[in-house]
């Protein structure tokens, strides 16, 4: 379907974390119509420390691993002064300098969560909201984020220490006290690493385990003196070459997994979304994080791992990774499995096209801003700039772009909505000028 720009289609917009607010401010360029509602008091969502909506994943000492470069939004630099990887608090600061510069925090409607989208006929939406009341809309965003319903693993056995979702580790002493304390951390991805190597410090955890059930590349920030995301291949390079190239420059600067102590990954670097860090691979090294393989089973306060050994255990974190999860949604079609949701750009589902999910992707190398580039697309279509391919070419064109993005990495949940984010953006463009040359035909 096409939008009717006469029409003046008036959009609900869900969430105002960093992919809601930068929706918002297009369609606001626009002169759009919309209802942006946010369940917290502020904005934010995951970068909002202690986010009263339990959304946020944040801990105390948490900076980003993308660089200042990679994430600023394309129309609102971010502060000089700021370091490299800026703390959680710097990047929020901005969020709040973003959308007040733009006039935007009027147009919000907070302490106000979503509770059912139901479908009504010619693809428009009945919305009601927590107050109780209901309102309609011409198409609904999504931007509800995906890192906020922990994914908790079961294993035999039963644990008696402490136990808790890297989602709600906030710092070493509080709700629970680390110090003095036998710790595991379970997982492999970056908050796995950025949580083991600040416990591992030696004033605090007496010992530190990080349980990974298979090896995985981690990445350091910096490479040859520069923050590793600010080298970027020239955009005529073919993908494959770039990688083929980028592969061998990181096995040459940090060599091999095993040489640290870690498990040999089964895949070659860029072959699974890699985790990063400055400090994880040294403290490793210097035996302050002692490795394990994937866990068999729990015994009370020990843990038994695949390869026989049997550790005492005070404390487990798990950093296992999160559910993708729409709690607004009864629909089936719209009901994720194991992370399994293709989507036309990662935005559409086919005979939807008046509903758009912002952010619902992994991109590589950040998420900050990868939903104002979306965001181009949503505006066109809602403005009558831009219309879908049929329903079956948006399937077949899901399906090259999946292989093309996904078709290296190995078969994981957190691999079933990998981007690049570079190339997405490139072909996005394409896309949008694809759409408006249908939307001149059908006029």
């Known amino acids: 379907m096409a939008f009717d720009a006469a029409a003046k289609p008036k959009t609900c917009i869900i969430g105002a974390g960093c992919s809601g607010f930068t929706l918002a401010k297009r369609l606001k360029d626009l002169g759009l119509a919309y209802d942006c509602f946010e369940k917290s008091d502020n904005i934010g969502g995951n970068w909002y420390y202690q986010n009263p909506n339990g959304v946020s994943s944040c801990y105390q000492s948490l900076h980003i691993d993308t660089s200042k470069w990679r994430l600023a939004f394309e129309d609102y630099p971010v502060p000089e002064h700021w370091p490299d990887f800026p703390h959680h608090a710097q990047l929020l600061q901005y969020f709040h300098d973003y959308v007040d510069h733009f006039g935007l925090r009027e147009t919000i409607t907070f302490n106000t969560s979503v509770e059912d989208v139901a479908d009504l006929p010619d693809g428009r939406y009945r919305v009601r909201l927590s107050t109780g009341e209901t309102r309609e809309y011409d198409a609904v965003c999504v931007a509800n984020g995906h890192h906020w319903d922990a994914r908790m693993p079961t294993y035999p056995g039963t644990f008696s220490g402490y136990q808790v979702h890297s989602h709600h580790y906030r710092d070493p002493f509080a709700p629970y006290d680390f110090r003095g304390r036998r710790v595991m951390i379970v997982g492999a991805g970056n908050s796995a690493m950025d949580i083991s190597s600040e416990l591992s410090q030696r004033p605090l955890a007496e010992k530190l385990f990080i349980s990974m059930r298979r090896g995985v590349w981690v990445l350091p920030k910096y490479m040859n003196g520069l923050p590793a995301d600010k080298a970027v291949l ?14 061998a420059t990181i096995r040459k600067t940090i060599g091999n997994m095993e040489d640290y102590g870690l498990p040999k990954p089964d895949h070659d670097p860029l072959d699974g979304h890699p985790s990063v860090s400055g400090e994880f691979l040294t403290r490793v090294g210097c035996g302050d994080i002692t490795p394990k393989p994937g866990i068999e089973r729990l015994d009370g306060d020990h843990v038994v791992f695949t390869d026989g050994t049997r550790e005492q255990v005070d404390a487990i974190i798990w950093a296992t990774g999160y559910n993708t999860t729409f709690p607004f949604f009864r629909q089936d079609e719209l009901t994720p499995k194991d992370n399994v949701f293709p989507l036309f750009k990662r935005m559409v ?74 190339a997405y953006c490139k072909d996005l463009t394409k896309e949008i000028e694809r759409g408006a040359k249908r939307a001149k035909v059908t006029a």
């Open 234 to 247: 020239p955009a005529w390079m073919p993908a494959k070459v770039g990688r083929a190239l980028a592969k």
């Open 349 to 422: 589902q086919p005979g939807r096209e008046t509903l758009f999910f912002l952010g619902l992707a992994q991109p590589l190398p950040t998420l900050v801003n990868f939903a104002e580039q979306q965001s181009k697309l949503v505006g066109a279509a809602l403005s009558g700039a831009y219309v879908f391919p049929s329903a079956d070419e948006m399937r077949r064109i899901t399906r090259a772009d999946e292989e093309a993005h996904l078709g290296h990495f190995y078969d994981s949940p957190r691999h079933r909505m990998q981007v690049d984010f570079n």
